[in-house]
Protein backbone atom coordinates (compact mmCIF):
# COMPACT_ATOMS: atom_id res chain seq x y z
CA UNK A 1 0.00 0.00 0.00
CA UNK A 2 1.05 3.71 -1.24
CA UNK A 3 0.70 6.24 1.11
CA UNK A 4 1.29 9.89 0.51
CA UNK A 5 0.82 12.88 3.37
CA UNK A 6 -1.54 12.52 6.34
CA UNK A 7 -4.77 14.45 5.85
CA UNK A 8 -6.09 16.73 9.13
CA UNK A 9 -9.22 18.84 9.49
CA UNK A 10 -6.27 21.54 8.69
CA UNK A 11 -4.97 19.89 5.62
CA UNK A 12 -2.40 17.37 4.85
CA UNK A 13 0.47 16.87 7.34
CA UNK A 14 3.98 16.20 6.18
CA UNK A 15 5.89 13.16 7.42
CA UNK A 16 9.07 15.66 7.73
CA UNK A 17 7.11 18.69 9.71
CA UNK A 18 9.30 22.26 9.43
CA UNK A 19 12.74 22.81 11.36
CA UNK A 20 13.02 18.68 11.67
CA UNK A 21 16.08 17.41 13.05
CA UNK A 22 17.49 15.34 10.41
CA UNK A 23 20.66 13.00 10.81
CA UNK A 24 22.42 12.43 7.72
CA UNK A 25 24.47 9.23 7.60
CA UNK A 26 27.26 9.71 5.18
CA UNK A 27 27.44 13.82 4.99
CA UNK A 28 31.42 13.78 3.44
CA UNK A 29 29.88 11.97 0.36
CA UNK A 30 28.62 12.91 -2.72
CA UNK A 31 24.99 12.54 -1.94
CA UNK A 32 25.33 12.72 1.44
CA UNK A 33 26.91 16.35 1.38
CA UNK A 34 24.30 17.13 -1.48
CA UNK A 35 21.19 16.03 0.87
CA UNK A 36 22.44 17.84 4.15
CA UNK A 37 22.73 20.79 2.24
CA UNK A 38 19.64 20.63 0.89
CA UNK A 39 17.81 20.12 4.19
CA UNK A 40 19.67 22.83 5.98
CA UNK A 41 18.34 25.48 2.89
CA UNK A 42 15.35 24.12 3.17
CA UNK A 43 15.08 25.06 7.02
CA UNK A 44 15.97 21.88 8.69
CA UNK A 45 18.06 20.75 11.55
CA UNK A 46 20.82 18.50 10.07
CA UNK A 47 22.66 15.86 12.27
CA UNK A 48 26.00 14.64 11.42
CA UNK A 49 29.10 12.29 12.73
CA UNK A 50 32.10 11.89 10.94
CA UNK A 51 33.81 8.54 10.43
CA UNK A 52 36.24 8.98 13.02
CA UNK A 53 34.05 9.85 15.75
CA UNK A 54 31.59 7.22 14.78
CA UNK A 55 31.55 4.28 12.00
CA UNK A 56 28.62 3.20 10.96
CA UNK A 57 29.45 -0.37 10.29
CA UNK A 58 29.53 -0.51 14.44
CA UNK A 59 26.15 -1.32 15.42
CA UNK A 60 26.31 -0.63 19.12
CA UNK A 61 27.90 3.01 18.81
CA UNK A 62 25.63 3.91 16.01
CA UNK A 63 22.63 2.99 18.31
CA UNK A 64 24.09 4.49 21.21
CA UNK A 65 24.53 7.55 19.04
CA UNK A 66 21.12 7.58 17.34
CA UNK A 67 19.22 7.46 21.30
CA UNK A 68 21.90 9.99 22.39
CA UNK A 69 20.99 12.47 19.73
CA UNK A 70 17.30 11.09 19.24
CA UNK A 71 16.65 12.70 15.78
CA UNK A 72 13.20 13.07 13.96
CA UNK A 73 14.40 11.39 10.95
CA UNK A 74 17.56 9.70 9.53
CA UNK A 75 18.53 9.48 5.80
CA UNK A 76 21.01 6.75 5.38
CA UNK A 77 23.24 7.99 2.52
CA UNK A 78 26.32 6.64 3.76
CA UNK A 79 27.55 3.36 1.64
CA UNK A 80 31.23 1.97 0.14
CA UNK A 81 30.38 2.67 -3.61
CA UNK A 82 32.56 2.52 -6.45
CA UNK A 83 32.68 1.84 -10.22
CA UNK A 84 33.25 -1.34 -12.33
CA UNK A 85 37.13 -2.09 -11.38
CA UNK A 86 36.30 -1.49 -7.59
CA UNK A 87 33.53 -3.77 -7.72
CA UNK A 88 35.23 -6.12 -9.43
CA UNK A 89 38.49 -6.62 -7.27
CA UNK A 90 36.77 -6.40 -3.56
CA UNK A 91 33.29 -7.85 -3.49
CA UNK A 92 33.67 -8.23 0.34
CA UNK A 93 34.13 -5.18 1.63
CA UNK A 94 31.31 -3.90 -0.83
CA UNK A 95 29.05 -6.72 0.52
CA UNK A 96 30.11 -6.82 4.22
CA UNK A 97 30.50 -2.83 4.88
CA UNK A 98 27.23 -2.16 3.04
CA UNK A 99 25.20 -4.52 5.18
CA UNK A 100 27.64 -3.55 8.50
CA UNK A 101 25.94 0.39 7.64
CA UNK A 102 22.51 -0.67 6.84
CA UNK A 103 22.06 -2.86 9.70
CA UNK A 104 23.43 -0.60 12.35
CA UNK A 105 21.40 2.59 10.91
CA UNK A 106 18.28 0.91 10.37
CA UNK A 107 17.95 -0.76 13.43
CA UNK A 108 19.51 2.05 15.48
CA UNK A 109 17.11 4.26 13.98
CA UNK A 110 14.25 1.80 15.39
CA UNK A 111 15.77 1.31 18.92
CA UNK A 112 16.03 5.01 19.62
CA UNK A 113 11.85 5.90 18.16
CA UNK A 114 13.01 7.62 15.12
CA UNK A 115 10.06 8.31 13.36
CA UNK A 116 10.99 8.72 9.75
CA UNK A 117 13.71 7.17 7.61
CA UNK A 118 14.98 7.38 4.00
CA UNK A 119 17.39 4.62 2.71
CA UNK A 120 19.12 5.57 -0.31
CA UNK A 121 19.48 2.68 -2.74
CA UNK A 122 20.86 2.24 -6.05
CA UNK A 123 19.63 1.38 -9.79
CA UNK A 124 21.91 -1.28 -9.98
CA UNK A 125 19.61 -3.40 -7.71
CA UNK A 126 17.36 -4.26 -11.04
CA UNK A 127 18.12 -7.39 -13.19
CA UNK A 128 20.78 -7.02 -15.61
CA UNK A 129 17.96 -7.78 -18.46
CA UNK A 130 14.99 -5.76 -17.23
CA UNK A 131 12.87 -4.52 -19.54
CA UNK A 132 13.33 -0.15 -20.03
CA UNK A 133 12.68 1.94 -18.81
CA UNK A 134 12.56 0.07 -15.39
CA UNK A 135 9.56 -0.03 -13.13
CA UNK A 136 10.24 -0.55 -9.24
CA UNK A 137 8.45 -4.07 -9.49
CA UNK A 138 11.23 -5.44 -11.61
CA UNK A 139 13.38 -5.96 -8.28
CA UNK A 140 14.51 -9.54 -8.48
CA UNK A 141 13.13 -10.53 -11.25
CA UNK A 142 15.92 -12.07 -12.97
CA UNK A 143 19.97 -12.20 -12.48
CA UNK A 144 22.03 -9.32 -11.66
CA UNK A 145 24.82 -7.67 -13.38
CA UNK A 146 27.75 -9.90 -12.32
CA UNK A 147 30.43 -7.02 -12.16
CA UNK A 148 28.22 -5.11 -9.03
CA UNK A 149 26.35 -8.44 -7.63
CA UNK A 150 27.57 -8.06 -4.45
CA UNK A 151 26.62 -4.30 -3.62
CA UNK A 152 23.56 -5.08 -5.54
CA UNK A 153 22.44 -7.61 -2.95
CA UNK A 154 23.49 -5.40 -0.17
CA UNK A 155 20.88 -2.60 -0.96
CA UNK A 156 18.36 -5.42 -1.75
CA UNK A 157 18.91 -6.28 1.63
CA UNK A 158 18.91 -2.46 2.49
CA UNK A 159 15.24 -2.51 0.91
CA UNK A 160 14.00 -5.75 2.47
CA UNK A 161 15.15 -4.56 6.14
CA UNK A 162 12.78 -1.49 5.69
CA UNK A 163 10.14 -3.42 4.71
CA UNK A 164 10.45 -5.87 7.55
CA UNK A 165 10.42 -2.30 9.87
CA UNK A 166 7.52 -1.21 8.14
CA UNK A 167 5.59 -4.72 8.33
CA UNK A 168 6.52 -5.64 11.91
CA UNK A 169 6.86 -2.36 14.10
CA UNK A 170 4.47 0.33 11.49
CA UNK A 171 7.50 2.36 11.20
CA UNK A 172 7.44 4.85 8.29
CA UNK A 173 10.45 4.11 6.76
CA UNK A 174 10.93 4.28 3.16
CA UNK A 175 13.68 3.40 0.18
CA UNK A 176 14.52 5.27 -3.14
CA UNK A 177 16.52 4.03 -5.78
CA UNK A 178 19.30 6.58 -7.23
CA UNK A 179 20.11 6.57 -10.78
CA UNK A 180 23.71 7.26 -11.57
CA UNK A 181 24.59 10.35 -9.85
CA UNK A 182 27.04 12.93 -10.42
CA UNK A 183 27.80 16.76 -9.33
CA UNK A 184 30.21 18.58 -6.49
CA UNK A 185 32.00 15.85 -4.11
CA UNK A 186 32.18 13.33 -6.62
CA UNK A 187 35.10 10.81 -6.13
CA UNK A 188 37.58 10.84 -9.15
CA UNK A 189 39.81 8.71 -8.41
CA UNK A 190 40.55 6.44 -11.51
CA UNK A 191 41.20 3.28 -9.54
CA UNK A 192 37.32 3.64 -7.48
CA UNK A 193 35.54 6.66 -9.59
CA UNK A 194 32.09 6.28 -11.59
CA UNK A 195 32.16 6.73 -15.40
CA UNK A 196 31.63 10.52 -15.53
CA UNK A 197 33.78 11.94 -12.74
CA UNK A 198 36.81 9.39 -15.11
CA UNK A 199 35.65 10.58 -18.38
CA UNK A 200 35.72 14.34 -16.75
CA UNK A 201 39.81 13.54 -15.41
CA UNK A 202 40.81 11.24 -18.19
CA UNK A 203 39.46 14.19 -21.02
CA UNK A 204 40.91 17.06 -18.44
CA UNK A 205 44.68 15.23 -18.02
CA UNK A 206 44.66 14.55 -21.50
CA UNK A 207 44.04 17.99 -22.59
CA UNK A 208 46.12 19.06 -20.38
CA UNK A 209 49.39 16.63 -21.26
CA UNK A 210 48.62 17.16 -24.92
CA UNK A 211 47.95 13.75 -26.27
CA UNK A 212 46.28 12.66 -29.49
CA UNK A 213 44.42 9.95 -28.40
CA UNK A 214 42.21 8.34 -25.28
CA UNK A 215 41.42 5.08 -24.82
CA UNK A 216 38.60 4.24 -22.84
CA UNK A 217 37.13 0.94 -21.66
CA UNK A 218 34.28 -1.30 -23.89
CA UNK A 219 32.81 -0.44 -26.59
CA UNK A 220 30.70 2.68 -25.84
CA UNK A 221 27.24 0.99 -27.00
CA UNK A 222 25.44 0.74 -23.62
CA UNK A 223 23.39 3.44 -22.44
CA UNK A 224 23.29 5.06 -18.93
CA UNK A 225 21.04 7.78 -17.40
CA UNK A 226 22.80 10.40 -15.43
CA UNK A 227 21.36 12.81 -12.62
CA UNK A 228 23.13 15.29 -10.65
CA UNK A 229 23.31 15.04 -7.20
CA UNK A 230 21.58 18.51 -6.38
CA UNK A 231 18.14 16.95 -7.90
CA UNK A 232 18.54 13.83 -5.78
CA UNK A 233 18.83 15.99 -2.83
CA UNK A 234 15.22 17.66 -4.21
CA UNK A 235 13.74 14.82 -4.43
CA UNK A 236 14.93 13.23 -1.23
CA UNK A 237 12.99 15.85 0.53
CA UNK A 238 9.73 15.60 -1.11
CA UNK A 239 10.25 11.59 -0.42
CA UNK A 240 10.73 12.59 3.72
CA UNK A 241 8.04 15.16 3.38
CA UNK A 242 5.25 13.22 1.50
CA UNK A 243 5.85 9.88 0.75
CA UNK A 244 4.62 6.24 3.13
CA UNK A 245 4.68 3.09 1.23
CA UNK A 246 7.10 0.01 1.10
CA UNK A 247 7.49 -0.43 -2.40
CA UNK A 248 10.87 1.92 -3.24
CA UNK A 249 10.82 5.14 -5.63
CA UNK A 250 12.70 5.38 -8.58
CA UNK A 251 14.81 8.66 -8.79
CA UNK A 252 15.79 9.70 -12.26
CA UNK A 253 15.43 11.80 -14.91
CA UNK A 254 14.03 9.73 -17.62
CA UNK A 255 16.34 9.89 -20.53
CA UNK A 256 19.23 8.10 -21.12
CA UNK A 257 22.33 8.31 -23.69
CA UNK A 258 25.09 5.79 -24.68
CA UNK A 259 28.29 6.11 -23.19
CA UNK A 260 30.37 6.96 -26.75
CA UNK A 261 27.71 9.85 -26.69
CA UNK A 262 28.45 10.82 -23.15
CA UNK A 263 32.29 10.42 -23.37
CA UNK A 264 32.11 13.14 -26.79
CA UNK A 265 30.55 15.43 -24.92
CA UNK A 266 32.52 15.44 -21.52
CA UNK A 267 35.30 15.83 -24.57
CA UNK A 268 33.33 19.07 -25.54
CA UNK A 269 33.09 20.40 -22.04
CA UNK A 270 36.74 19.88 -21.22
CA UNK A 271 37.71 21.12 -24.81
CA UNK A 272 39.53 17.63 -25.86
CA UNK A 273 39.94 17.75 -29.50
CA UNK A 274 41.97 14.37 -29.93
CA UNK A 275 40.88 11.03 -30.97
CA UNK A 276 39.00 9.00 -29.01
CA UNK A 277 39.34 4.72 -29.12
CA UNK A 278 36.97 1.66 -27.25
CA UNK A 279 38.89 -1.73 -26.05
CA UNK A 280 36.73 -3.81 -26.35
CA UNK A 281 38.46 -6.86 -24.83
CA UNK A 282 37.52 -4.66 -21.79
CA UNK A 283 33.82 -4.98 -20.16
CA UNK A 284 30.52 -2.97 -20.64
CA UNK A 285 28.68 -3.66 -18.05
CA UNK A 286 24.65 -3.61 -18.11
CA UNK A 287 23.82 -2.95 -21.76
CA UNK A 288 20.77 -0.50 -20.59
CA UNK A 289 20.09 1.07 -17.19
CA UNK A 290 16.86 3.71 -17.59
CA UNK A 291 14.70 4.12 -14.80
CA UNK A 292 10.80 4.42 -14.66
CA UNK A 293 10.62 7.86 -12.51
CA UNK A 294 6.64 7.85 -12.92
CA UNK A 295 6.09 7.34 -9.24
CA UNK A 296 8.38 10.36 -8.16
CA UNK A 297 6.74 12.28 -10.99
CA UNK A 298 3.04 11.45 -8.88
CA UNK A 299 4.44 13.25 -6.00
CA UNK A 300 5.00 16.49 -8.15
CA UNK A 301 9.21 16.22 -8.55
CA UNK A 302 11.17 16.47 -11.52
CA UNK A 303 14.67 17.26 -12.24
CA UNK A 304 16.34 21.03 -12.88
CA UNK A 305 19.67 20.45 -14.21
CA UNK A 306 20.16 19.76 -17.75
CA UNK A 307 23.53 16.89 -18.45
CA UNK A 308 25.33 19.17 -19.96
CA UNK A 309 25.03 22.15 -17.49
CA UNK A 310 25.75 19.64 -14.71
CA UNK A 311 28.33 18.29 -16.26
CA UNK A 312 30.56 21.62 -16.92
CA UNK A 313 29.58 22.58 -13.12
CA UNK A 314 30.78 19.97 -12.16
CA UNK A 315 34.20 20.16 -14.16
CA UNK A 316 34.15 23.70 -12.79
CA UNK A 317 34.38 22.22 -9.27
CA UNK A 318 36.89 19.80 -9.57
CA UNK A 319 39.11 22.09 -11.09
CA UNK A 320 38.83 24.27 -8.46
CA UNK A 321 38.81 21.84 -5.45
CA UNK A 322 42.33 20.16 -6.81
Not at 219 to 237: K, N, W, Y
Request: charged share 20%.
Amino acid sequence: MIRFMTESTTGPTPYLPPGARVFVAGHRGLVGSAVARRLTADGYEVLTRGRAELDLRDADRTAAHLAGTRPDAVVLAAAKVGGIVANSASPVQFLEDNLRIQLSVIAGAHSAGVRRLLFLGSSCIYPREAAQPITEDALLTGPLEPTNEAYALAKIAGIAQVRAYRRQYGAAYVSAMPTNLYGPGDNFDLATSHVLPALIRRFHEAREAGRGQLTLWGSGAPRREFLHVDDLAEACGVLLRSYDGEEPVNIGCGEDLTIRELAALVADVTGYRGEVRWDTGKPDGTPRKLLDVSRLHALGWKPAIGLREGIASTYAWWRAAR
